[in-house]
């Protein structure tokens, strides 16, 4: 692997450098080999004979720096002080072979300084969830930390009940949040310039081309951010706990704890079992995201020439961003033009969604059945089903939207509206029960299923023969949807 240790050189109040603390015998859990190639990690016989022992904190190779480090936050929207790597360290910093940078972060892997009233350990179904869902993002195209791969030990945890510990190596762009700002607002501002430019040449290089480079990258977080969002909104995805402290500022989904991939559709939806006000609920997603670059943007106005006023122009893009794509990517699941058409068809069929509680995920790949019920007769089953949901008022608006929206497809190519259509409505997304079976087996020493789902999730656009009708099959209307809990 290429190293660029670089975080490891700022100021040591920004960080605590320290080795990981070991599990009791770490052993295999999964290996995810396409990060692995492009870390250039396969490439190197001392990481790949040793990555077990390296995952589970028995073995640092000489090239890591492994260090914690300090961040603050606003947690559900209050200011929460200094917090930090309470459990993980950031092991080495790397140059992929796409010439992108590469955090590797061990999560789970004994106490900090920052540990507050921790015990620095993580457990397996929470490692096993988040290694599963980085992994279903990055093949839906959307901008998120992945995992090099995660080891299970004999290490117990206690959390409401004893549990087995585990370790995962996560692999984020970047895993500076938000809340690192913040930290340095409230405990070391004298530090904001320098650490400012090292977001800047390291992350937003380009930005060193702007009249004001400062301003550019501010502009380009928000931006980033507003589609990142949008990009959860078009999937169905709930972050469930977008505390200033979990959003990074590359634009990339991070500390994805009690998520869930919308089934039911239900726009108030909240997935954290924390969230009692349902701050974070799906729907909440893109207000809240303004709101905390609300908080972390006047911060910048310690540095020279950087006012009120030009920060709110840094912040004025986020909304249009976020409607511009958000609207454009809706009518493509829909395999139509961005035009206004196609975005009273779209909201129209998001309102027939909720009204009747129909499966998300299913109920848009299902429009294929409905232009071309021939060549899709998996499709068209689903279609079948949806239908069957429907009582005769919703029959009625449902006969109405398919005829117009029939009419809309064949006006302009059904050939292409079935090509972008597939390729952006999945077949599968990691649904809370299939995660959870597969939790159940590993707990119980089966590794099959992770791999299985694993599997099925590196092509989620694509029908499979290794899925069940588990992978696919929502709750019942009437099933109450549980929230995740945040304990891991």
Same mark, same amino acid.
């Given at each position: ?63 890591? /720096? ?7 936050g606003h947690q559900f929207g209050q200011w929460a002080g200094q917090l930090g790597d309470g459990r993980g360290l950031l092991m080495a910093q790397v140059i992929d072979n796409n010439e ?6 061990? /999560? ?313 259509? /597939? ?66």
């Open positions: 692997m290429r190293y660029n240790n670089t975080y490891v050189n700022l100021d040591t109040r920004l960080h605590h450098e320290q080795p990981p603390t070991p599990l009791e015998n770490p052993r295999y859990g999964h290996f995810n080999t396409q990060v692995a190639q492009q870390l250039g990690w396969t490439d190197d016989n001392e990481l790949m004979e040793n990555w077990v022992d390296i995952l589970g904190g028995l073995y640092v190779p000489a090239s890591f /720096k492994p260090l914690a480090m300090a961040y603050a992108q940078p590469q955090d590797l972060h061990l /999560k789970g892997i004994g106490l900090t300084p920052y540990s507050r009233m921790g015990d620095g350990r993580a457990v397996l179904r929470s490692t096993i969830r988040e290694y599963l869902c980085g992994h279903a993002l990055n093949q839906l195209s959307i901008p998120s930390s992945n995992a090099l791969g995660f080891v299970v030990s004999d290490t117990r945890v206690r959390r409401e009940s004893m549990e087995s510990g585990a370790a995962l190596m996560r692999v984020a762009d970047s895993h500076i949040r938000l809340g690192h700002v913040e930290w340095i607002a409230s405990f070391a501002p004298d530090l904001l310039g320098e650490f400012t430019d090292y977001m800047i040449d390291t992350y937003y290089p380009e930005c060193r081309d702007s009249d004001v480079p400062v301003l550019a990258f501010l502009t380009a977080v928000v931006e980033r951010t507003a589609r990142m969002i949008a990009d959860w909104q078009l999937i169905g995805f709930a972050h469930g706990v977008m505390n200033t402290d979990n959003l990074s500022i590359t634009g990339s989904t991070l500390d994805f704890g009690p998520f869930g991939f919308m089934e039911r559709f239900n726009p108030s939806w909240i997935n954290n079992h924390s969230d009692y006000t349902g701050r974070y609920a799906y729907q909440n997603q893109p207000a809240i995201g303004h709101w905390n670059l609300n908080v972390w943007l006047p911060h910048f106005m310690r540095l020279e020439g950087i006012t009120r006023d030009t920060l709110a122009e840094c912040l004025a893009p986020y909304e249009a961003t976020f409607m511009q794509y958000y609207q454009q990517e809706l009518c493509q699941k829909l395999g139509l033009p961005h035009q206004s058409e196609s975005l009273a068809l779209a909201f129209e069929w998001l309102t027939l969604l909720e009204d009747n509680l129909l499966d998300y995920t299913n109920s848009f790949r299902a429009l294929l059945g409905l232009i071309s019920p021939d060549e899709h007769p998996y499709e068209r089953q689903l279609l079948t089903t949806l239908i069957a949901e429907l009582d005769e008022e919703a029959q009625t608006v449902w006969q109405d939207w398919s005829t117009r929206y029939t009419a809309q497809v064949q006006s302009l190519s059904v050939e292409s509206a079935i090509e972008t259509m /597939k390729n952006h409505n999945p077949v599968y997304v990691l649904r809370n029960s299939m995660a959870q079976r597969a939790i159940t087996a590993a707990e119980q020493g089966q590794l099959e299923e992770v791999n299985r789902v694993f599997e099925l999730l590196a092509n989620p656009f694509s029908i499979q023969d290794i899925a069940t009708d588990l992978d696919t099959t929502p709750p019942s209307p009437n099933a109450p949807q549980k929230p995740i809990s945040c304990s891991s």
